[in-house]
């Protein structure tokens, strides 16, 4: 039998004026998951992590934690806490005054020993024992953000709230602590509830996704499902990169169907839905699928490079010809060094396997 929802939003809605923050969401977050709110500036996922945690009031529809129905319910009196972008910790303390912070509005208020204990459990968990005394203004910026979510646990909540920590750090810095933040997660099974608009902090740290445009939930899922079987050329496009070709529908071969592209290009491709002959489609091809080969390669379609771009562990490359008018694929750093060194003008081939393109009704 499924476990019960810790939260779950019901066709909720939020306006202001005449503005729809968030339209129609249904979600059901489960116990002890990373769930990620994932999209673009103004797609909602802000909005629904705020009503969470009871900063916004649902227009429209229920919000529920721990099956109790928490409209209207303000934020001190939900089991959440949450972590700002900001951090927004207090500069006239010093870390230990910080996390305790929350433990000492409880009433009746816990002794200072038993405050003090659950302090230093908390520095310990995000591994800063030893810095009770350090003034907040005194510490990086990883350092910072280490004691938000340690006064976020301290509470123990059964849903930890995040609202883009990351964003301020540096990329190395970011990736260290998106590591260290899944491995507390698990540490401590809360459920953790994430939003970001950086598609690799969502996808490395999350159990499932939630992609969010202009106010809905465009599509749910986990990493992988999300990324090698997207709903739509908008979630496509979003999670990692894709090259999008139009096409038509010639006809199924097993469980793929046959299509035809511009001048004629041959192509079998997934699908997700059924789709009928003649059909207008895109196919959806993710750069790491497509094969470069020196021009002239057997089964290989003629295309011209129109840019090189080199990122340290692989080589991007633009292309071009009369039928696909523009197609970005990666060699990888340790292919054939000829591969890796192709110049700009250079004619050159390029194929898939068959089934690599996903077929995605247009939009």
Request: hydrophobic share 40%; with cysteine; net charge neutral.
């Amino acid at each position: 039998m499924e476990a019960r929802p810790i939260a779950e939003l019901r066709a909720v809605t939020k306006r202001y004026g005449v503005v729809t923050a968030a339209r129609g969401l249904n979600l059901s977050i489960r116990p002890g998951e990373f769930l990620s709110f994932l999209g673009p500036s103004g797609c909602g996922k802000t909005t629904a992590l705020r009503m969470l945690a009871g900063f916004e009031q649902a227009t429209e529809g229920e919000v529920l934690i721990d099956g109790r129905v928490v409209n209207g319910v303000p934020p001190y009196l939900r089991p959440v806490n949450m972590v700002f972008q900001q951090y927004a910790l207090f500069p006239h303390m010093n870390v230990a005054q910080n996390v305790g912070y929350g433990l000492n509005q409880r009433r009746p208020r816990p002794s200072r020993a038993e405050v003090a204990a659950e302090v230093e459990r908390a520095l310990q968990m995000v591994r800063l024992a030893g810095f009770s005394d350090r003034r907040v203004w005194e510490m990086s910026g990883g350092q910072q953000q280490r004691v938000a979510l340690a006064r976020a646990i301290v509470n123990r909540p059964k849903i930890l709230l995040l609202d883009e920590p990351m964003a301020a750090l540096d990329k190395k810095l970011r990736h260290e602590m998106q590591i260290e933040l899944k491995s507390l997660q698990r540490e401590l099974g809360i459920t953790f509830v994430l939003v970001t608009h950086d598609q690799e902090e969502a996808l490395s740290m999350s159990d499932r996704v939630c992609i969010m445009d202009h106010g809905q939930i465009a599509q749910i899922g986990t990493p992988e499902d999300l990324y090698d079987r997207p709903q739509s050329r908008y979630v496509a496009d979003f999670v990692g990169r894709s090259n999008f070709i139009p096409a038509w529908v010639m006809g199924m071969v097993g469980d793929h169907i046959r299509a035809e592209g511009p001048e004629g290009l041959s192509f079998t491709a997934r699908t997700g839905a059924p789709l009928t002959i003649g059909t207008e489609i895109l196919l959806s091809l993710r750069p790491e699928d497509i094969q470069l080969a020196l021009a002239g390669a057997p089964d290989g379609h003629p295309m011209r490079i129109t840019h090189r771009i080199f990122l340290g562990e692989h080589t991007e490359y633009h292309l071009s010809s009369s039928a696909i008018d523009h197609l970005v694929t990666v060699v990888p750093r340790g292919a054939d060094a000829v591969l890796r060194n192709l110049t700009v003008g250079t004619e050159v081939a390029v194929c898939w396997r068959e089934g690599a393109p996903l077929a995605l009704t247009r939009d």
